[in-house]
């Protein structure tokens, strides 16, 4: 195995255990209900060896043996109950820590933000946060409570049969180290086996997602059968990963059975000759009678169960290992900037945003996205920034939300770096429309709401009243509170975007930042929805990506952006003037038919 590889399972080897931390009570109460377990084994095997030599030997009358026959049923009914709370005990363990481990990982994409996520397979980010994270539960359910009881019981059961019979003890304790021996050599490479299994089962999530949402497209294009056999080869894939894994599982399997088999028949021949007197050692020079042998070969078996089910268990920690390790690269992806936590700035009013020689490279070597960007955004003004696709618009605006960190140079709020502004106060003054507005699984009362959730029905029912909502929401069978799908199922585009809309009238945030809100849209659909925009622009800061002349002329201030730089700055009459860049785009524009 390569030294990096072997590195990275170690790496991750150390972050599951310190995950176990909050679920180790949990993880307690199963290794305490498991030696429960073993000792009450133990007193079983002791009464049916008794009632046996009791009954076939010393044949004693029923009533003696009564009282062994009623201590045999109680501790068949505890060792029941005994299992049930261990089983109850390991999936606490096992549930605690998943919640914590997932919880972590939607918080850290929370800070990554979009910037990060734009650049993932959504299928990837969904089966990592899903499958991986279940893959992580008998690790800490079943293996480390058993690595731990594979020790314990076996020691305690030798400590009852070397009194009895050295040479029994003997052949048990040289025989338990090579279970593990053997499962830890059979199942080398295990982990990189479930690793790659998980990275062909995000490979299949991804296709699929992209096949369910592209469904439309691919049919009107007729490539629905071309992807379909895409989907079916990466399933495949997939299925021999899986056959792998198994092939491992059962060839440990296989180990195991053999020499528990071995063993176990190594020590019934030597009671069997012992007590027919062919052997006459090993047994502390008194010879063993039916009952001292029946104990020992019943606890034969069990001796090795403990062993027997770390092996079976082995397999959960390479899947354990194989799904951190893609968990761990998602956690260990680099925050976008760095939030103190007091803030600097006023949470209610700015004067002023500066961009000074801004760059911003999302992957080293590639060109970057933006070089040297320098303006001012001052608080009341409306700035149109425009420019061709891939000019670095939206890169503005992932900076200004603080989706990313500038490569070189600073972004000032006030003369306040804003790296130094708490970022949850700082986005409390921004609102944001996108080309296609995201709704959530809910009531569309609930998806206004997201802008302020604490807010009043009536202002609720106003901020709808200002993007129109209530046009389209007298028509539907429950209002404003009928339900969406995901992504707005149920409603067309331009009514997802009125909702959108009055989500940011809700929020009431003094710096609006618009990236192409009416792209797509229809004209009754644009001219609302532009309506709107401008009554929710009054006396508000104003950053709009847009190639819309009309929302070009209606501007303060123009940016134009080319090649990640500012190429032109100032208003519609001066820059059409002008004949550069921005005259350029205007007469493609209008070529074009916008506007």
Request: aromatic letters at 8%; hydrophobic letters at 50%; proline letters at 5%.
């Amino acid at each position: 195995m390569p030294k990096t590889k072997s590195s990275s399972d170690k790496k991750s080897l150390r972050w599951l255990l310190k995950q176990a931390r909050p679920a180790r009570s949990w993880t307690y109460v199963s290794v305490g209900l498991g030696f429960t377990g073993g000792a009450l084994l133990v007193a079983q095997a002791g009464f049916l060896a008794n009632l046996i030599q009791s009954i076939f030997i010393d044949g004693l009358p029923r009533q003696v043996l009564l009282p062994s026959f009623v201590g045999l049923i109680i501790v068949v009914v505890l060792r029941a109950v005994v299992a049930w709370g261990r089983e109850v005990a390991g999936f606490m363990s096992g549930a605690k820590v998943r919640d914590e481990v997932r919880g972590a990982l939607m918080k850290h994409l929370a800070v990554l933000g979009p910037a990060y996520t734009a650049r993932q397979k959504t299928g990837e980010l969904s089966s990592t946060v899903l499958e991986q994270v279940e893959g992580l539960n008998d690790f800490f359910s079943l293996y480390l409570p058993q690595l731990a009881l594979a020790v314990v019981i076996p020691a305690a059961m030798l400590a009852f049969i070397f009194p009895i019979s050295w040479a029994a003890g003997l052949i048990l304790l040289l025989s338990a180290p090579l279970i593990p021996l053997f499962t830890v050599l059979v199942g080398m490479g295990a982990e990189s086996i479930s690793q790659r299994n998980f990275q062909a089962l995000a490979r299949l999530s991804a296709h699929f997602l992209d096949v369910l949402q592209g469904l439309t497209t691919l049919k009107l294009f007729g490539r629905s059968s071309a992807v379909a056999e895409t989907v079916g080869r990466t399933s495949a894939d997939y299925r021999r990963q899986t056959m792998r894994v198994l092939r491992v599982a059962f060839l440990s399997s296989a180990v195991l059975e053999f020499f528990t088999s071995v063993s176990i028949a190594l020590v019934a021949v030597y009671l069997g000759m012992s007590y027919l007197g062919y052997l006459d050692f090993g047994d502390w020079g008194s010879p063993l009678n039916l009952g001292a042998g029946f104990f020992i070969l019943l606890l034969a078996p069990d001796f090795f169960m403990p062993l027997r089910e770390l092996g079976t268990h082995y397999h959960a920690r390479a899947d354990a290992v194989g799904a951190a390790n893609e968990i761990v690269k998602v956690l260990s992806a680099p925050a976008p900037a760095v939030s103190f936590p007091s803030p600097r700035i006023s949470p209610v009013n700015f004067q002023r945003i500066r961009f000074e020689k801004v760059s911003l490279a999302y992957d080293s070597g590639r060109r970057p996205a933006l070089s040297e960007v320098s303006f001012d955004l001052r608080a009341g003004e409306q700035v149109a920034l425009v420019g061709a696709s891939g000019a670095g618009k939206s890169s503005v605006l992932n900076l200004i939300m603080g989706f990313v960190a500038p490569t070189n140079g600073r972004i000032l709020i006030d003369d306040c770096p804003l790296e130094l502004v708490h970022t949850e106060n700082w986005r409390r003054m921004l609102a944001w429309i996108g080309q296609s507005p995201f709704l959530f699984h809910g009531t569309i009362r609930e998806n206004i709401l997201l802008g302020r959730p604490e807010a009043d029905p009536s202002e609720v029912q106003q901020a709808a009243r200002f993007a129109r909502v209530g046009e389209f929401c007298r028509l539907l069978p429950q209002g404003i509170d009928t339900p969406v799908g995901e992504q707005g199922i149920g409603l067309s585009r331009g009514q997802a975007q009125r909702v959108a809309l009055a989500r940011a009238f809700l929020k009431s945030a003094p710096l609006l930042l618009l990236d192409e809100p009416t792209a797509g849209l229809d004209t009754d659909n644009e001219r609302l929805v532009l309506a709107s925009i401008k009554a929710l622009a009054n006396r508000r800061t104003v950053l709009s990506v847009t190639h819309r002349l009309e929302t070009m002329q209606a501007a303060d201030r123009i940016l134009v952006l080319a090649d990640g730089r500012i190429a032109e700055q100032g208003s519609y009459t001066q820059l059409s003037a002008a004949g550069g860049v921005f005259a350029r785009l205007v007469i493609g524009s209008e070529r074009n038919g916008c506007g």
